[in-house]
């Protein structure tokens, strides 16, 4: 499974260059009056668009807190916004040492199946 995983860290690395030189090769198409067109468009629409993303996340922030605060469902055209109940746990660290005086809880207990993730490394 090393080599699996050594295969899989390649072939990471080569999409991530050919990422890299598909983005190097468009720039390098594009001519330099484009480029400065497309520079213009991107400094007069930026801010605009930065504006907007600060009110929709202070909109959603809102509405979130509302929704979580009264537990309403809000409907629009486009988007809901749903109230979730609280989320139960546990002390599994606890409940395990109170096991082995009072085995009977172990009957309620319930094991998931095991999963694995990828994550990256960070880099020395």
């Not at 509405?63 to 537990?71: I, W």
């Not at 172990?106 to 020395?124: D, E, H, N, T």
Request: proline content about 4%; cysteine-free; charged content about 35%.
């Amino acid at each position: 499974m090393k080599e699996k995983l050594r295969q899989y860290e390649e072939l990471v690395v080569h999409r991530e260059m050919l990422s890299s030189r598909k983005a190097e090769l468009i720039a390098d198409a594009i001519p330099a009056e484009v480029k400065a067109e497309i520079d213009a468009i991107e400094a007069e629409i930026n801010p605009e668009i930065e504006e907007m993303d600060e009110k929709i996340a202070s909109l959603a922030k809102e509405l979130k807190s509302y929704v979580a605060s009264t537990g309403e469902k809000l409907v629009g055209e486009r988007y809901q916004v749903i109230f979730t109940k609280p989320r139960k746990s546990w002390d599994n660290n606890a409940l395990e040492g109170y096991s082995v005086a009072h085995p009977e809880i172990l009957a309620f207990q319930k094991v998931g199946k095991p999963s694995a993730s990828i994550r990256a490394r960070g880099r020395s």
